[in-house]
């Protein structure tokens, strides 16, 4: 058996289990932690993690943030002048990139019923644009179903480091993740 699907098992016995609807929109956060150098191939297996969502009864709902920046970018029309004052570009980041994402997963998740699984992945994209943490406590309160991050980095207790690369952040989400053995963490 492959990690991916040893890491899809364990995610089915997470979703399987209590849905609730009576915990906060921060318990209903489910992380799929697994090694960065495992993206690629995850990537190509998400029916995996699909195929275990529907066969436990829930709805599945997949959002990619992979191109969200280089939309955007490409839209906007003063994108030439970032070169130039790259400055402006933290700043458009901040003003309008962000709360774009933030809006975007929002509606999605508002979109969702109860049952219904919105798993989010292409994360990695946001680096350096916006903090994950940020975007999981600016839309916790749309989730009515269940909101998976698949989280391409490490966990150490609470502390997530994405891609492993800057300092973590502590989130009291759910966490699916094997260790280097490939057991349970």
């Known amino acids: 058996m492959t990690r991916i699907e040893q890491l899809a098992n364990l995610y089915a016995e997470t979703i399987q289990g209590d849905w609730s609807q009576t915990i906060a929109g921060a318990q209903r956060v489910i992380v799929v932690v697994y090694d960065k150098e ?25 959002f990619d943030c992979t191109r969200l ?7 906007d029309e003063d994108r030439e002048s970032f070169f130039e004052e790259p400055d402006d570009l933290r700043s458009a980041i901040e003003s309008e990139f962000e709360p774009l ?7 999605r998740l508002r979109q969702a019923d109860k049952n219904t699984v919105v798993a989010v992945s292409g994360i990695a994209s946001l680096y350096g644009f916006l903090h994950i943490s940020k975007l999981i406590r600016e839309v ?14 490490s966990r150490h207790g609470n502390n997530y480091r ?24």
């Open 38 to 62: 495992m993206e690629r191939n995850l990537r190509g297996q998400f029916g995996e993690f699909e195929q275990r969502t529907r066969a436990s009864g829930h709805d599945w709902d997949h």
């Open 69 to 75: 920046f280089s939309e955007w970018l490409g839209r």
């Open 101 to 107: 994402v933030i809006q975007t997963l929002s509606e």
């Open 140 to 153: 916790e309160n749309e989730i009515r179903g269940r909101l998976i991050v698949f989280f391409p980095g």
């Open 162 to 185: 994405l891609l492993d690369a800057r300092d973590g952040w502590n989130y009291l989400a759910r966490s699916v993740s094997l260790d280097s053995t490939g057991a349970r963490s």
